[in-house]
């Protein structure tokens, strides 16, 4: 895990990623926020089927903080509390509509 987020920190051009089902836990969480903070060309991860747990999930929610540019954030199954998936949630619909208005504008 620690190895992918290394590579997704120093990638520009990458727009998707499936990390679903890799046995990924708590641990891989904190360096995720971490790419999360930085990349600003993912739009779209799938996480899910992976045990992230309570403590995951606000670490990843943290990572979000600065994040404008992710659009999906796929994280079913990854034993996250509700608040973090809620606060992970209203970042991609805020995401989204900047997005859309950038666009029609």
């Not at 120093?10 to 998707?16: A, R, S, V």
């Not at 990390?19 to 999360?36: I, M, P, W, Y």
């Not at 089927?49 to 943290?62: D, I, P, S």
């Amino acid at each position: 895990g620690r190895n992918i987020c290394q590579a997704l920190m120093k990638t520009t051009t990458l727009l998707h990623i499936d990390l679903s089902s890799n046995g990924l836990g708590e641990h891989v969480a904190a360096n995720l926020a971490e790419v999360l903070s930085h990349n600003q060309s993912l739009e779209h991860i799938i996480i899910s089927c992976n045990k992230l747990g309570v403590a995951g999930g606000r670490v990843l929610q943290e990572g979000l903080e600065n994040n404008r540019v992710l659009q999906t954030f796929d994280l079913r199954l990854t034993e996250i509390s509700q608040q973090s998936e809620h606060s992970i949630m209203n970042v991609i619909k805020s995401n989204k509509e900047k997005d859309s208005n950038s666009v029609s504008a």
